[in-house]
Structures are given as C-alpha cells and as structure tokens.
C-alpha cells in the first residue's frame, strides 16, 4: 500500500509538470485574450481623447496620448490604436483589428482619477493613425471615445527597405514599399555622392481575396500598400555599394551601402536564428507579440553598424503576423537597421505558410489565413516558382541551400528532386563549405509528440526522407529553427555520434516564448539552452568554420564550436 501510494503521488507529480509544461509552451499573454470581433459601439461625450503631435515627419515618431473623462475606470479598459485603409477613415472594432493596445491602468492614477496618458510610437502606415479609448469588462470591448488624427506628412515615404541576394554574385535585389508611385528606381554607385547608376523597379501588390482565411481576409487585413522591388546588377565582388529608393516625384530614401560577396574564398560572417517576431518599444501589446525580439533586433543592428555581418539567415517564423498584416509592417522597421544593409536571407515557417488544404504538408491554420502569400510578396528570395520556396546560393566559401519543411519533401516531391540537383551541382573546391537550412528540425528535443505535425514526428520524417541524401552529399552544418530554444548536436549520422557526420543546430531562440524539453535529455545533444535568447554566428573561410551562441540581452558567448577542412 505504501509502495502504491509513492506510485500514485509520483504520478501525479509528473502529470502537474506535464500539464504546466503544455500550458507554458503556450505563452499567452493576458491581452491576446481580448476579443475584438465582440466589440460594440457605444460612444461617450464625457470621454476625450487627444493625440500630439497631430502631424508627423518621420516614421518611428512618438506621440503623447492623453484620456480623461472615464466614470467608473476599470483596471482592464483599454488604449488602442486603428490605421483605417481604403479611405474609409472611420474606426470599426468588429472588423478592423486595432494595430497595438495598451491596458490603460498602465497610467499610474487612471483607476484614481479616470485619466492618464501614455505614449506610442507610431511608424507610417500610409494612412491616419487614431487612438480609440475601450471600455472592457473581461466580456465585451466597449468603442466609447476616439481621438483626433495623426497624419504624416508624406505617405509616399519609401520605406520597409531590405536587401537580398538573387543567386547570381554580381546582382542585389531592394525592395520597399509605398503608398503610390510615379517611376520609382534605385540609385546606386560606388560614392554616396556619385550614384552614377539607376534601375526602374517593378511593383505589386496583394488583396485580402489573395488570402486563405481569417483572420487574414477580414479582421486582420491591411492594405500593403504597393511593394516595389529592383535589381541592381554587374556589380563587382567585395565591393562597397551606396544607395537610394524612391522616385522624384514622391521623394527618395536616405543612402544606404552594402557589400557584395568576395570573389575568393576570404571569411564571410552570418548571423543565423529562427522564430523571432516583433517586440514593441513602446512596451504595447499586438496580436502576438515577442519583447526579447527587439533585444535580438539590436544585438543585430549593432552588429551591422560595426561591419561584423556579411549575410543574415532568418529561418522561417519571421514576423508573427500569422493573419495581422500590420504586423509586417512594424516587423520591417524593427529590422530596418539590419536588412537594409546586409542581405537578409529568409526560410519559410509554419506561422507563414501552414493553412488547411492550401497545397502545404501540413493541414493546420498556424499562419492565420496567409497562406505564404505576405512573405512571398514582401521577401523576394530566389525562388524557382511561387509558393516554391526553396533555394541555394553561394558566399564566399559557403553553400547555402534552404528548404521548406512547410511542402512536400518526401522522396521524388518536386522539392526534393530540387535538393538533390543543387547539391549534385555544389563545388566543393570553390564553396568548401556547405550549411544546409529548414524551419522545422531534423533533431531536437522536445515534448511535442502531436501526431503528424508535432516536432517528434515531423523530425522522424524528415530523418528518413532527407538524411540519407545530405549524408551523400556531406552537408557539414544544419541550421534548424521552430523549437524555441538553443540545441547543438554531435556530428550525427542517423542517430549514432560519429565522426564525419553533420553538426545539427537549432536556433529558434530569437524572440518567441521559450519551449520546452524532454524529461530525458537525447545521447546526441552536445549543448542545450532553453532558458535564454539569442542568435548564433558563424565565421567561415576555407580552412575552418567557427561557430559561437551568443545571448542577446548580454552578447556573451555561451557556446561555440571549430569545424575544420584539411
């Protein structure tokens, strides 16, 4: 009896952990849980709300919200910002969701007095920006007041600037966005005073019709405004290049510069992570939204500033907007700093592609309706084909090619017939190295045993699908992200250590809430990390390849690894 009930109380132990681990993993913040789509309007004269300055000249300004008026403040009443498009510039809850929200009892004495304040940064969104008050009981948002408009002075500001490489080493792809254009064109030279040449850009754009579901059609939809995108080509190898965006009629961007790959076999340096989001610097809350990324956004930026990045790799689950297409646009400015300066190199994540029956592996609505159509558009890579999102490129001495665990990869699929035929086609006397790329892991460690598309399962697939072909072609180094933390094999060959095998690491550390892992640690994990943010880097030349984990909130190193070639 004894023995039975120590069994009994064991059990129950295990089943709390378990229980809280599936709740964690989750990480839910108390503001998702409002819902909108419940929303009524009820408006109330004694409400005012103000916004100063009511005009503004730069994205990223800040403006000043005060609220005062409020009968009977409830600690959940809300702040919210709305962007209204299509020129219907009027506020409608039920079927806009707002951009970002505040609590308003984050103004120390609302709950007091029925007033405070609180201040947004707000980039331009190419159109007016309104800050509604919303009373709300647990239940039912109530829209009781509405401030004045901010506008900004040009709408037509080229901006969410980012760069990309086209697989070709003497071309770089820019592309931006507008609200309208006249003949828009990059400029570029070797001087920032001497932008001696010029290319047209093609636009485009996307429709709410264009996506699979909601939210995406509906609640989360916003106009993209127009996406323009240009080739600036024979451009020469280790080259300083300076640039701008726009057109004379609307206006220009600054000068950016970037480098282009070296034609030899000199170090390169990339910075590689997975799942990081957006994280608000004015500390508001969105659908989803992930603080530690703007830690990993800075590390980056700063990075960049000092010239110590060449390439960046971000492995699928790039912004969360998972159907909240504002959210794109704020992502893009988070990473202004970085990608408008150095390639920014991207795989494809469940959060933008998985919808059911789109035509993907996985029939799960994690990406909110998208369907892979905002990343396709808004990240030009150099893929075959639509909704193909797989290819390779070199740099320097490394061979990059990229998958997407989102399709179909089994044996024969089109994308795995692709695989096999970029690395046939690798030279390993001029690119030594070669660094193979998926969302969703190979190996890791996890407590994800959901049937079909859970981590467990879809890295046994995988496994039996795809190892045996990177073994043959002695793939040195794979990058995974999805499973939120740090993980580093050894040199695996089908589950055993062994020596020439490929070293697997999993970085989906960037800014998503951490996961969890499995009571047993796997005899493959050399180093495992689940408790901090971050970003790895690498540096490669043709002799040896050098690998460090480096946590964002400190920039230390906690892990690194050498990897050589004789």
Known sequence: IKMANQLQANTCILFSLLVTQIIAHKEIHPNELVNFKQSVIRMDATIVVSATPRQLAVSGSWVNVTYQGVSDPNKQDIIAVYSPTSGKYKIDPVHQAPIKYVLASK?????QTGAGSYRFRIINFRAPVYFAFLRYDGKTPVLSAVSNPVTFVNYNDPLQVHLALTGLPSEMVVVWSTLNASKPM?????SPQSLVHSTSSSFSSYTSSDMCGSPAKDLGWRDPGLIHKAVMRDLQGGTTYYYKVGDGTYGWSEIFHFKTPPTDMSTVRVVAFGDM???????SSQHLEEPPASNTSRLISKMVSKSEVDVVLHIG???YAVGYSAQWDEFFDQVKDIAAYVPYMVCIGNHERDWPFSGGLFNVDDSGGECGVPHERRLVMPRSEPDKP?????????HFLLMSTEHDFKVGSP???FLEKDLMMVNRSKTPWLVFSGHRPMYVDSNDHTPVSGDNPVAKLMREELEPLLLKYKVDLA??????SYQRSCPLVKDKCQEGGITHVVMGMAGKGLSHLNLLKPSWVKNIDNKHYGLARFDANKASLTFEFVHDEDGAVHDSFILTKN
């Open 390 to 398: 797989w290819y390779g490129f070199d740099y320097g001495p490394v």
């Open 107 to 111: 103004s120390p004495k609302y709950l």
């Open 277 to 283: 989001g957006l994280g608000q610097p004015d500390g």
């Open 317 to 319: 689950d790039i912004s």
């Open 415 to 417: 994308q795995y017939q």
């Open 186 to 190: 990059v400029q570029w030279g070797t």
């Open 479 to 484: 990058f995974w992200g999805h499973h939120h």
